[in-house]
């Protein structure tokens, strides 16, 4: 079973589970792009529209990943706003420019759906050049679209979390059933009676329940097996010194940050596009945080 993720041919073993885009049930991207900063691949693969699957060869892989190693500095967290991996892929196959280099799914399985050598329309950033510099994780989360009043894509009657014995547990509806019958979707940490986490982010109170255990074990291996893979990602994640806490609004430096973020800390809607709240309110930047500095450099 592969445990690799890839750029450029050259390959990291991570620990855990990577099911490639070449797989049997692996997930291809449908929406590459060429970076404009690399020179390994035809221009012409710049720009929309997306080409056949065919015209996207890397001339020379290494002298491609030298480029990349220079040109990629940030690992950027989403969610998906959808119930598995699977519907995100969905998703990402009915439109003619999104994607994401990878999707981790509620049980912590990690899906890389192109070599990273290719740019994924995933956060544009405020300066727009966003993609440029970035690799990508749309984690498994439904985000404020879990809560009956607040849902807009998928309108439900009731939370779709309910609580139980073992905790708080998503309700997959049977057409996104795609994992083991055994395995049950709990978050990681609830918050007090309610179960969910709010926080203002960039103006907004997002409410929201946390990932899963699995997905933050996966995200953490994923995040060391990226900085070996490309350097210039640190393993950091956004801090105030001062204060000590993670901040969750768009950095003021946002382009020049090396490291972890998310896609809120990078878009604010200020030049036009749209705001952005993920990896929400519940995200656990804390946990990241620690783990990053348990290990020396
Ligand atoms: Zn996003």
Redesign the pocket.
């Known amino acids: 079973m592969n445990q690799n993720i890839i750029a450029c041919e050259k390959k990291v073993d991570i620990g855990t589970r990577v099911v490639l885009w070449n797989e049997k049930g692996g997930f291809a991207c449908p929406n590459r792009r060429g970076r404009k900063a690399l020179s390994q691949h035809s221009s012409v693969l710049n720009d929309a529209p997306t080409q056949k699957s065919s015209n996207y060869k890397i001339k020379n892989p290494q002298t491609a990943y030298r480029e990349l190693i220079k040109t990629v500095h940030q690992f950027i967290l989403?969610y998906d706003v959808c119930y598995t991996s699977s519907h995100c892929h969905q998703l990402m196959l009915a439109s003619s420019f999104k994607g994401s280099h990878f999707y981790l799914d509620l049980d912590g399985t990690l899906y890389q759906t192109c070599d990273l050598y290719w740019k994924t329309n995933?956060?544009p950033a405020d300066d727009k050049k966003g993609n440029e510099r970035a690799v990508h994780v749309e984690i498994a989360n439904l985000s404020w679209e879990a809560l009956a009043k607040q849902a807009e894509y998928f309108p439900s009657k009731k939370d779709k979390y309910k609580k139980t014995g073992k905790g708080w547990k998503l309700s997959l509806p049977g057409e996104y059933k795609t994992m083991s019958n055994s395995f049950s979707a709990i978050p990681s940490r609830a918050y007090g009676e309610r179960g969910y986490f709010s926080k203002k982010i960039n103006g907004k109170v997002v409410r929201m329940w946390d990932f899963t255990e699995q997905q933050y074990e996966t995200l953490i291996k994923l995040s060391f097996g990226l900085n070996q893979l490309l350097p210039a990602i640190k393993l950091k994640v956004p801090l105030d010194k001062n204060t000590g806490q993670h901040p969750l609004d768009r950095l003021k430096n946002f382009s020049r940050f090396t490291g972890i973020l998310g896609?809120c800390h990078v878009q604010n809607g200020s030049t036009g596009l749209e705001c952005?709240y993920?990896p929400g309110s519940a995200f656990n930047w804390a946990r990241l945080h620690k783990a990053f500095k348990k290990v020396k450099p």
Do not use: N
């Open positions: 989403h995933t956060a896609h952005k993920d």
